[in-house]
């Protein structure tokens, strides 16, 4: 009896050099005693873990628009002028790299655009791997459909075949390859005439269906996807006032329902940065936006082996030049910095810093690329001329743990599942 073994290798992808330099080689082996002995042992211990290894990619908040749909909005942060050639290089990129499917946590659109919907959708459905995608605030601009925008209940039907199995329902299960389950869940919520609330949340009747679902998949390997944070990926995210709205409202119930079914994967959007948030056993990792600093996307490899012991490695690449964008990480860095002003001078006047505006004023230049470092990710934070309490602050936002000690995770990593 003969067996086919799929290894697998990756060459690190280089963060800084070219669009990006993901290779993937296969290499088959056959091996007749090695199979010989795991089947006599399964057969023996069907209990035992079965080894597995699949590798996916993660494209965020591309906020698709197409040309005719672009508005001229001067402190627009969404550089959405390069949201098609920045999502056709990325599928380019990944085409070699052999992935067993693709996921998208939302903001797959600039405005819920019905045109540029179905461009997506369209694009989609030319891949030769499964999709699975989640609405963002950003498709779904208001829950009933205007002359502009789509409504909640049209977004499973342009995306039918990209997770939602029931078109009434905006959220699923999908099984994209055997014993791998995606949820994708709403976090969209409108308040009674229609418009969006400023947090996320997962209603109650979702929920409820979550904890069904979840005890039915309870022997598969499930990752679960939703566009709005879960886990903070900011010092005090839950709590500030700029950070909060990209956050669930109802993110401590939605994580208690998670950990009780022992999920270890949450891959989110929306705050447009690349970070890696851990909550005890589950990793929230949260992937930055295709048209925003630094234009990146993620591939994921995800192994089990024999004794049952499950990690993922992550890695990142980035989009650093399309047509006539020629270095377009020094032009979208300053684009960022551009817009940072009144942004800092709300982060230090409000809570829990309060400086006077005066004060406030001085300080907001020194900060101009601070968001742009953050989204980045693995960022190491140091103002000295900054007050010692106010340097102390900032410094909580670089790539450090609870101990101060330097955590470089949010590009590329091994994470251990526990
Ligand atoms: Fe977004
Ligand atoms: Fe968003």
């Known amino acids: 009896m003969t067996v086919l073994l799929k290894q697998t290798y990756t060459e690190t992808i280089d963060p800084g050099v070219g669009y990006r330099n993901v290779g993937s080689n296969h290499i088959y082996l056959y091996i007749p005693s090695f199979f010989f002995l795991l089947t006599t042992l399964y057969s023996l211990f069907p209990s035992l873990p079965m080894p597995s290894s699949f590798r996916f990619a ?13 508005w001229d909005h001067p402190s627009r942060f969404h550089l959405v002028e390069i949201s098609i050639p920045a999502i056709e290089l990325v599928l380019e990129q990944i085409a070699p790299l052999d ?10 659109t600039q405005h819920g655009e019905p045109e540029n919907h179905r461009w997506l959708s369209e694009r989609l459905a030319q891949l030769p791997y499964p999709v699975c995608v989640v609405p963002g605030n950003h498709d779904v601009p208001e829950y009933l459909a205007t002359d502009r925008s789509i409504g909640l209940s049209d977004f499973a039907l342009y995306y039918e075949q990209f997770g939602y199995s029931d078109p009434a329902q905006p959220y699923y299960l999908c099984e994209v390859i055997p014993g791998v389950q995606v949820i994708g869940l709403n976090s969209n919520f409108f308040d009674p005439a229609g418009k969006q609330i400023n947090m996320g949340r997962v209603d109650d009747q979702q929920l409820d269906w979550l904890k069904n679902t979840l005890a039915e998949v309870k022997d598969d390997v499930v990752m679960v ?12 995210q839950a709590k500030n006032p700029l950070g909060r709205r990209y956050m669930l409202e109802n993110a401590s119930t939605l994580l208690e329902v998670l950990n009780t079914a022992e999920v270890k994967l949450l891959f989110t959007g929306h705050l447009h940065v690349q970070d890696v948030a851990r909550h005890q056993s589950i990793y929230e990792i949260t992937t ?6 630094p234009h990146p996307y993620r591939v994921l ?18 989009v650093t030049e399309v047509p006539g964008w020629a ?25 829990p810093l309060n400086l006077p505006v005066h004060e406030a004023e001085k300080l907001a230049p020194m900060l101009r690329y601070f968001w742009a470092d953050i989204a980045e990710g693995d960022a190491v934070f140091h103002f000295p001329s900054f007050p010692p309490e106010l340097n102390h602050y900032f410094k909580q936002f670089g790539a450090i743990d609870q101990n101060g000690e330097l955590q470089r995770i949010d590009n590329f990593t091994l994470l251990t599942l526990q």
């Open 58 to 70: 993660v494209i965020s908040d591309p906020h698709i628009a197409l040309p005719q749909t672009i």
């Open 99 to 108: 992935i067993d499917f693709l996921l998208l946590p939302g903001d797959l």
């Open 225 to 236: 996807m939703i566009h709005h944070n879960v886990i903070e990926h900011l010092p005090g």
């Open 288 to 293: 930055g936006s295709l048209v925003s600093y």
């Open 301 to 318: 490899e995800f192994q089990q082996d024999y004794q049952g012991n499950q990690s993922v490695r992550v890695e990142s690449g980035r």
């Open 327 to 351: 270095n377009l990480p020094h032009f979208s860095r300053e684009w960022i910095g551009d817009r940072s002003f009144p942004f800092m001078l709300r982060l230090l006047t409000q809570p």
